[in-house]
């Protein structure tokens, strides 16, 4: 969906939702100018199957596209320079639009479900979402109140508050007027879902690859993995493992020493007795 863009900025960007956009300089116009050299009824844009044409309304000053006046019903395309009498406006095609923000610490909405699906649209400051043209998010939802919504993002933390819509806001499910959004939350406002992704999923994903880097489980030591022993010195003399009694020898050299003296004492006894 494309959008017109003032190139004086007097005011937001105005999103072309509409099936029919007129500007001129009555009150009736979708898009007023009161401005010199604009007609009552100036222009419209028509959109047609995701396409977008611009005629003329036989104004006096005529109607330019990228400097020359057209004279049939013409394609717009993004990045066109449209000039109304003394009005500047350009369309922009906000998914085109680069950013010079690094994208890994911002928000993002991504459409799961309705007009636009699978596109993201980046979150920053304050955004109306609803139906009107002049919401910074605008969608073409019969459900949708006209403004429905408002995004939050300060110090980066995502909120959001219900604008007092007719079919409400609902959070994975639950229905709300405000809420502090997490990556990964799930929002419907009429038929349209959307899904939060925000820099604290990455942040999770980039610490865990961080803890599995430092710290390894014994499990998943190398079988090669050897611990080397570190000897002690003894004041005593050092005995050789060579020389070292085992346990066993020192076991069955004590009970031979038992039975000899019970022979000899029993032998002992024997000669008291002839």
Known sequence: MLKLQFKDCRQAPVWLAEE?????????????LPDAGVSLFHAEIRREEGHYYLSDCASEAGTLVNGERISSRYQIRADDLLQVGAVELQFIDPMKVQTKVDTAKKWFLQVLQGENEGNKYPLAGSMTFGRSVKCELCFNDPELSRRHCEFFLK???????????????????????????QAGDQMQM???????????????????????????????????SKVAAVSVPSPRASVTPSQAPAPAQRQGKWLYGVLAVVVVAAGLWALTLL
């Open 20 to 32: 029919r956009i007129t500007l001129g300089q009555d009150h009736r116009n979708t898009l007023v």
């Open 155 to 181: 110090d980066g933390v995502l909120e959001v508050k219900d604008l007092g819509s007719a079919n409400g806001l609902q959070v994975n499910r639950q229905k709300v007027t405000t809420a502090t959004l």
């Open 190 to 224: 009429g038929s349209v879902i959307l899904l939060v992704i925000g820099p604290k999923v990455e942040e999770v994903e980039q610490a865990a690859v961080e803890d599995a880097t430092v710290f390894m489980p014994m499990a998943a030591l190398p079988k090669t």
